[in-house]
């Protein structure tokens, strides 16, 4: 039950989008370079599902960027067609693997604050018990 409540809390999380298309052009690069910010992949994750025209952006951005290989240390372009043929599979993958990741800390969050809540509610019960003791309750139960 638990399982079931955190995956319809991550959905509902995941609704929202706070990302406009021009800061989802600017993260594209960053996200295929895997050096785009923890904070930020998650509105970039969302944008992509819920943006139809970034969603087409960033595959064609994909298979470019694969198809054309610039090797960092001579600052050669080499062209490797093979690589590129399951493009969207592949992007498919890096997406799902951010999510999955996304999904970790969002349960890790999770507990954590079901913790808090849980800690909060015994110390609310445990204050109600002792007023009711200082007040000369001899029966609180």
């Known amino acids: ?43 970039f994750i969302k944008h992509y599902k819920s943006c139809k025209n970034c969603n087409e952006e960033l595959e064609i951005y994909y298979m470019i960027n694969k ?23 592949r992007l498919n993958h890096k997406i799902s693997r951010y999510d999955e990741i996304i999904y970790k800390r969002y349960k890790r969050h999770f507990f954590y604050k079901l913790a808090i809540a849980g800690t909060e509610l015994i110390s609310l019960v445990l204050a109600v018990y002792f007023i009711f003791l200082t007040m000369g309750g001899d029966n609180v139960w």
């Open 1 to 43: 039950m638990t399982d079931e409540l955190i995956v319809f809390a991550y959905y509902l999380y995941l609704i929202g989008d706070n990302m406009d298309c021009n800061e989802f052009r600017k993260e594209m690069s960053n996200f295929m370079d895997n050096t785009i910010d923890e904070d930020v992949v998650e509105d």
């Open 67 to 89: 198809t054309f290989n610039q090797d960092s240390t001579t600052g050669n372009t080499t062209v490797s067609l093979a690589d590129s043929y399951d493009f969207k599979k």
